[in-house]
């Protein structure tokens, strides 16, 4: 296989536009120049929140039967295994007080 000049050399983004040098070049001088950051979009990372602030997280481990079962009922009602076990959760809190 034939080395390439580094001039040649072209990478390829997820977008499938093409990187080339002069557009690599482009970029850093772009980039030197500085940003405004009052101009940027700003973008909302994440899962959006199951209420006010962020949601905290709750991890636990079931049994491997649970999970299929709670997989299964999930599929049945075109649900996430999450939204099923924070039902769960909820009712047995419920039934507690």
């Known amino acids: 296989m034939a080395k390439m000049k580094s001039s040649e ?3 390829a983004r997820h977008s499938g536009a093409v990187i080339t040098d002069g557009l690599v070049d482009e970029l850093a001088d772009e980039a030197e120049a ?3 950051l009052r101009r940027a979009e700003r973008r909302q990372v994440g899962r959006p929140s199951l209420g006010a602030g962020t949601s905290p997280r709750l991890q636990f ?3 491997p039967d ?3 079962a709670a997989e299964e009922r ?3 009602e075109g649900r996430a295994v999450s939204d099923i076990a924070r ?3 909820r009712a047995y809190l419920h039934e507690a007080s």
Request: glycine residues 6%; aromatic residues 12%; proline residues 0%.
């Open 9 to 11: 050399a072209v990478k």
């Open 34 to 36: 500085g940003y405004d």
């Open 61 to 63: 481990r079931v049994s």
């Open 66 to 68: 649970l999970y299929a």
């Open 74 to 76: 999930a599929r049945q």
């Open 87 to 89: 039902q769960a959760l």
